[in-house]
């Protein structure tokens, strides 16, 4: 009787690791299913005008600050729309005009007629330097003012951001944690002070240009940290891209599919 529970213990231990493999190679193919790859967009930045296409400009005034935030809705906006939002990096800190001249609102704006976009998409304006205390809680009232405005899905929330909105990106993930159903850091590196447990809940495609050495190995040792916790990142390296033209990347429809997919 001892010998036969001693066999179906290691049985029962070669099926838990049998699962186990098959959930790692599941993962694996899930991670490469998901990788954009490509080159960087050549397209050209057609600035956005205020009132058209769907482009609002909204302010918020809470948490000691005030946060003005581009708002891109579709025409006949219906509910149940998930919301991407953007975070910009500290070149844009305070500017209307800055922000709505970035790669991703123009090409929102321009790319997406009003009737095709399945997404609201929001941008707000940090005030002062760095995504985080008042800028990201004002940030977060924003989505959630959107949410209850609009009739937008609770449940798919999508975070992306460049630079000093890639550092956001990681530290409001790791702050309201599920509250965002996928996230997207673009040149930007730092666990916020959460560490990488804080990121295994959500898929997150982390890419970076080839020529920003130091931000690839800081981003690469964050995502296989977040990997080996169980978790589902993706670091992209995008071959010629530098700090400076790296936000180009955005403008292919293929990033807001990764997103809206999840």
Request: charged share 20%; aromatic share 12%.
């Given at each position: 009787?001892?010998?036969?529970?001693?066999?179906?213990?290691?049985?029962?231990t070669?099926?838990?690791?049998?699962?186990?493999?098959?959930?790692?190679?599941?993962?694996?193919?899930?991670?490469?299913?998901?990788?954009?790859?490509?080159?960087?967009?050549?397209?050209?930045?057609?600035?956005?005008?205020?009132?058209?296409?769907?482009?609002?400009?909204?302010?918020?005034?809470?948490?000691?600050?005030?946060?003005?935030?581009?708002?891109?809705?579709?025409?006949?906006?219906?509910?149940n729309?998930?919301?991407?939002?953007?975070?910009?990096?500290?070149?844009?800190?305070?500017?209307?005009?800055?922000?709505?001249?970035?790669?991703?609102?123009?090409?929102?704006a321009?790319?997406?007629?009003?009737?095709?976009?399945?997404?609201?998409?929001?941008?707000?304006?940090?005030?002062?330097?760095?995504?985080?205390?008042?800028?990201?809680?004002?940030?977060?009232?924003?989505?959630?003012?959107?949410?209850?405005?609009?009739?937008?899905?609770?449940?798919?929330?999508?975070?992306?951001?460049m630079?000093?909105?890639?550092?956001?990106?990681?530290?409001?993930?790791?702050?309201?944690?599920?509250?965002?159903?996928?996230?997207?850091?673009m040149?930007?590196?730092?666990?916020?002070?959460?560490?990488?447990?804080?990121?295994?809940?959500?898929?997150?495609?982390?890419?970076?240009?080839?020529?920003?050495?130091?931000?690839?190995?800081?981003?690469?040792?964050?995502?296989?940290q977040?990997?080996?916790?169980?978790?589902?990142?993706?670091?992209?390296?995008?071959?010629?891209?530098?700090?400076?033209?790296?936000?180009?990347?955005?403008?292919?429809?293929?990033?807001?599919d990764?997103?809206?997919?999840?």
């Amino acid at each position: 009787e001892a010998e036969q529970k001693q066999k179906g213990a290691k049985k029962q231990t070669f099926a838990e690791w049998k699962k186990k493999k098959e959930e790692e190679e599941r993962k694996q193919q899930e991670q490469q299913q998901q990788y954009i790859g490509g080159t960087l967009p050549e397209g050209t930045i057609t600035p956005v005008t205020i009132g058209e296409n769907g482009v609002n400009v909204k302010e918020y005034n809470g948490y000691g600050i005030s946060m003005k935030y581009y708002e891109i809705v579709p025409t006949n906006v219906k509910k149940n729309l998930p919301i991407i939002i953007f975070l910009h990096g500290s070149g844009e800190i305070g500017s209307v005009s800055g922000v709505g001249n970035l790669p991703i609102v123009s090409y929102v704006a321009n790319h997406y007629t009003r009737s095709n976009q399945q997404f609201i998409f929001l941008a707000p304006i940090a005030p002062t330097h760095g995504w985080y205390d008042n800028n990201t809680d004002a940030a977060k009232a924003i989505i959630d003012k959107t949410i209850q405005e609009y009739g937008a899905d609770s449940s798919r929330i999508y975070i992306t951001g460049m630079s000093m909105g890639g550092y956001g990106t990681w530290y409001m993930v790791g702050k309201y944690g599920n509250f965002f159903r996928a996230a997207m850091p673009m040149s930007g590196c730092s666990s916020g002070g959460f560490g990488a447990s804080s990121y295994v809940n959500i898929p997150i495609y982390a890419i970076v240009g080839g020529q920003e050495s130091d931000y690839k190995s800081c981003m690469s040792t964050l995502v296989e940290q977040i990997n080996q916790q169980g978790g589902n990142a993706t670091l992209d390296a995008v071959e010629g891209a530098s700090h400076g033209t790296i936000q180009r990347y955005y403008q292919q429809e293929k990033i807001f599919d990764w997103l809206l997919s999840k």
